[in-house]
């Protein structure tokens, strides 16, 4: 496990690499690693013949600084749990190194970010689509990894591979949870005791939500899931939508011929956790 800072010398092992028709998988984060992150790498070890991880902060998806600055950075820790998984490349770069000019690209994603995060967090995806293209073009990989639990997150870096003509892979991977169903995120580790004892029932309520849409029509379940949740005191929902696995519109009816993915932001506290289910 080789830790580099730099993009050139990245950029010159990866040439290597490829010169000897090695395969390479790519996991980009921005640390504060956990179980989520580490079966990402997993995957990626398991299915290419190198794997790079990224651990950068990127502060061009942040639209609340507040957010940027008390985002967790524990990168000792994070190079310890990654040793276990054996990646070929720990890739840490300072803002300097990726955005030696500020970035002025702006992409359109159309629906994709008009709805949901993209709505609620202006700006948040044309910084992700900077942040993941720049990688893309450092690392060159044949496969990398995103999370479902940044469902709408994989749609628009799809959308992106595909308009930028490029040719990675994205495997989208299953969303892992502690054991009492909470999806993993490094923001759960800024939650007070008590808050992360509540936020269990973001992801309690979204599991009762699928059992009981063999009963309620959309608009009902739609509507029970955000009163369910805003009935305890720690948790206000920001919204709770149902759309289409790939066009991200709202669905209005059970019978339409498509996947069904309930998506929802909650507030705890100054903290926004996010969570989905497919129905
Ligand atoms: P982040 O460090 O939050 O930018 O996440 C890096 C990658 O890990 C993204 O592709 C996330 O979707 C993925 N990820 C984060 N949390 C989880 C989780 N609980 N399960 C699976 N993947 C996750």
Redesign the pocket.
């Known amino acids: 496990m080789e830790i580099i800072r730099l993009v050139a010398e990245t950029k010159a092992k990866i040439s290597k690499f490829k010169e000897e028709g090695k395969s390479i998988g790519f996991?980009?984060?921005?640390?504060?690693l956990?179980q989520?992150?580490l079966?990402?790498t997993e995957q990626s070890v398991k299915n290419n013949d190198i794997t790079i991880v990224s651990i950068f902060v990127n502060p061009t998806q942040f639209n609340n600084p507040n957010d940027l600055k008390t985002y967790p950075r524990c990168i000792e820790d994070d190079l310890e749990k990654l040793s276990k998984y054996n990646p070929d490349i720990i890739f840490i770069p300072e803002v300097e190194e990726i955005y030696p000019e500020p970035d002025t690209r702006v992409f359109n994603f159309g629906q994709l970010d008009t709805v949901m995060e993209g709505k609620n967090r202006p700006g948040h995806f044309n910084g992700v689509a900077q942040v993941v293209s720049k990688l893309f073009d450092i690392v060159t990989p044949d496969n990398s990894?995103?999370?479902?639990?940044?469902f709408q997150?994989v749609a628009v870096i799809k959308q992106m591979v595909k308009d930028l003509k490029l040719s990675v892979n994205i495997v989208p991977?299953?969303?892992?949870?502690e054991e009492d169903g909470l999806?993993?995120?490094?923001r759960n580790m800024l939650l007070s005791d008590v808050q992360r004892k509540n936020a269990s029932k973001i992801s309690e309520t979204l599991f009762k939500a699928r059992n009981l849409a063999a009963e309620l029509n959309v608009t009902q379940l739609k509507n029970w899931v955000v009163e369910e949740i805003n009935k305890n005191p720690y948790l206000s929902v920001e919204y709770f939508e149902i759309v289409d696995d790939t066009t991200l519109t709202q669905i209005n009816s059970w019978d339409e011929d498509n996947v069904k993915v309930g998506c929802i932001t909650v507030q705890v506290g100054k903290i926004r956790l996010i969570d989905n289910v497919t129905f």
């Open positions: 996991v980009p984060t921005m640390g504060a956990h989520g992150h079966s990402l990894y995103f999370g479902q639990k940044d997150q991977c299953p969303i892992i949870r999806a993993m995120s490094s």
